[in-house]
């Protein structure tokens, strides 16, 4: 009796320790200047989840592809990297990280599906929403300090991205367990004032990204909800419903973008066009004044409006896509990657340009041609059918509809899913966003696991 009591004892101690660590270490991945303070959580994390007894064989069988790709960062690293000091030094700053934390992840997950209880996606939203609770907080008092909206105004971030990037993470899980809340009661109307920091903290920092894709989480979460409940039945009220919803939020988003900072809402389409334009590598190399040379050659005047678009070239959305395009021809000239690092386009670039480029882009602000620099196109091309895997993986679980299971599917989706488009519009396979969605994505799937051998053997 005593030894069971123990061991009762030791069971509650592990998840008290285990929901303790993750409520720290899921804020600091969107909280600048956390590094040690990460990375004490993660050497914690690894013994508790060494120190259980778990089903590893039963995850990995269910992704076959993140062990591949294990083992490919490993070949690579060992027989494709040109200066093996950097790519060694690259590799334990990085994806070493991206490995430890998947396993992290696993052992959580396969240790927390073995509890029936949805709770898990309320205390992750939750978590996930701390830097967006402190934001906003700030903001309060720098509005009130200053008498006047402090638009941008990011707080302890120093990007907004920050942000964004935890917003979209927080509304994935807040909102599936939001559509799985059958009737409209108190714990749905609570969940509804949960998500609202999610949209309100975005917007406040002017992270056009960040409540785009929060915006596009609800949405897509709405569908998919909807395809899978209804399966060929409309509910017409439920379908006006969100629908109306989905609208209002969209023309709310935009209507305060335009008024706040009409540049950055407007004429996106011109300055996405005219960055289409002209050699890439040149302009990288020999400054904006060649893409100029090209639209004259064309007969285009160098009008206000076109001026405006060529500056965003330099710093703007016309950035992202040629950087985009450059990084796209620098991965032919390096199809095995350049030393795992996380500046192969700063390297790439130089090289190309013999020197330092007219124009410095940090990154192409996408994430698969980033990472097709860094560890070459077989390794992004892995890391894609790994995300694939998990996109799969969380569709079947939610095609299930049964209760323990179906909502980590669609959290499970929903994350694969997003960051996968999330990454052709900015650079988040890198430094602290490459932990978490390693992590994130690794324990939904060991939940699932985890719950799919309970109930086979319950």
């Not at 091309?381 to 895997?389: E, G, K, M, Q």
Request: glycine residues 8%; hydrophobic residues 50%.
């Amino acid at each position: 009796m005593d030894q069971q009591k123990m061991s009762l004892n030791l069971e509650r101690f592990k998840t008290t320790a285990l929901f303790s660590l993750l409520f720290i270490l899921i804020p600091l991945w969107n909280i600048p200047h956390t590094i040690a303070g990460r990375y004490i959580c993660e050497g914690l994390l690894l013994v508790l989840v060494f120190t259980n007894k778990l089903n590893w064989k039963l995850f990995f069988q269910e992704n076959k592809a993140l062990a591949l790709f294990f083992a490919y960062l490993f070949l690579q690293l060992i027989f494709f990297s040109r200066d093996y000091q950097a790519a060694f030094s690259n590799f334990r700053a990085e994806w070493m990280h991206f490995i430890l934390f998947s396993i992290i992840g696993a052992g959580a997950g396969l240790f927390l599906g073995k509890k029936d209880s949805n709770k898990t996606l309320l205390f992750l939203g939750v978590a996930f929403s701390i830097p967006l609770y402190i934001h906003l907080i700030l903001f309060a008092i720098k509005a009130i300090a200053t008498h006047e909206i402090p638009w941008r105004y990011l707080g302890l971030s120093e990007i907004h991205g920050d942000l964004g990037y935890t917003a979209l993470q927080a509304t994935i899980f807040l909102m599936t367990l939001c559509v799985y809340q059958k009737k409209f009661n108190l714990r749905k109307l609570s969940l509804i004032f949960l998500l609202i920091p999610c949209i309100v903290s975005p917007v406040l920092a002017k992270s056009r990204g960040g409540i785009l894709f929060v915006i596009a989480t609800i949405i897509f979460i709405f569908i998919v909800d909807s395809i899978n409940q209804n399966k060929g039945k409309v509910q017409y009220f439920k379908f006006l419903a969100r629908g109306a919803l989905a609208l209002t939020l969209c023309l709310s988003v935009y209507l305060i973008g335009v008024n706040t900072d009409p540049t950055r809402w407007n004429g996106v389409a011109s300055r996405v066009s005219l960055s289409l334009k002209g050699n890439p590598g040149e302009i990288y190399c020999q400054g904006i004044g060649s893409l100029e040379d090209t639209l004259k050659r064309e007969g285009t005047q160098i009008t206000t409006s076109i001026q405006k678009s060529l500056d965003s070239i330099v710093d703007g959305d016309g950035a992202r896509v040629m950087a985009a395009r450059s990084g796209a021809e620098l991965t032919l000239q390096s199809p095995m990657g350049i030393d795992q690092s996380k500046q192969a386009y700063q390297q790439a670039i130089t090289k190309q340009c013999n020197g330092a480029p007219a124009i410095f882009i940090s990154h192409t602000h996408n994430a698969w041609i980033d990472t097709a620099l860094a560890i070459g196109i077989p390794g992004a091309a892995l890391l894609f059918i790994t995300l694939l895997t998990y996109m799969v993986r969380g569709r079947n679980a939610l095609n299930t509809n049964i209760s323990p299971i179906a909502p980590y599917g669609m959290a499970l989706f929903a994350t694969s899913f997003l960051w996968t488009i999330r990454g052709l519009l900015d650079s988040v396979q890198r430094d602290q966003m490459l932990e978490m969605q390693a992590f994130v994505l690794a324990m939904l799937l060991g939940i699932i696991v985890a719950r799919k051998k309970g109930l086979s053997q319950g």
